[in-house]
């Protein structure tokens, strides 16, 4: 019975987490998506355990935890999203990056140097890949080692803080839905 309320609490936070990157990608953090969150999410557990009785404290928790790992997975997906493309040189892809200056003043020095376009890409990602020691740069390895990468960026505070800017966000949304359906 819980793993069918799980299992629903899941694909029904599926739409929220979804418009949550889709925002966030865009330098968004807006309410709608912890409504569409938790909506999706006690929609979802309601359907799949419509037949059974479930605790209250179950299911309060189960409608807790799902959107708190949901937004935990969104941010990160956003960050490592916006590492993979700063370190794979694209830094017209890179959006609310508090360094983005600096690293196309970089980029504006090391191709006054004289470098080409690629042969500055290949020597940005060899110091990346370096530093991290990363084999390829990838999504996937960038977010394998995303606290190491924010330690060295001294991003850590800033990832924090968006987390917990999204929280707020999320439980404001959720609130209001609440409040306004009385679920």
Known sequence: DYVKGV???????LPGFLLWILLGRLGV???????????????GFKFMTKDVSVPNNA????????PVVAIYLAN???????YTNLFLGDFDKIMGLKYTSEFTSLSKTIKD????NSEFKELWQNIWKEEFNMSKITFGS???NLSRILD????KGEYIGQLLKSYLFAGLGAFAVFKKTGV
């Open 113 to 116: 140097a004289g470098l080409t």
């Open 152 to 155: 060295k960026a001294d991003g």
């Open 59 to 66: 299911t309060l928790l189960i409608c807790i935890l799902v």
């Open 76 to 82: 990160k997906i956003i960050f490592c999203s916006t």
């Open 7 to 13: 299992l629903g609490a899941l694909i029904g936070a």
């Open 142 to 144: 960038v977010f394998s």
């Open 29 to 43: 953090v807006a309410t709608i998506a912890g409504c569409l969150l938790a909506i999706g999410t006690v929609a």
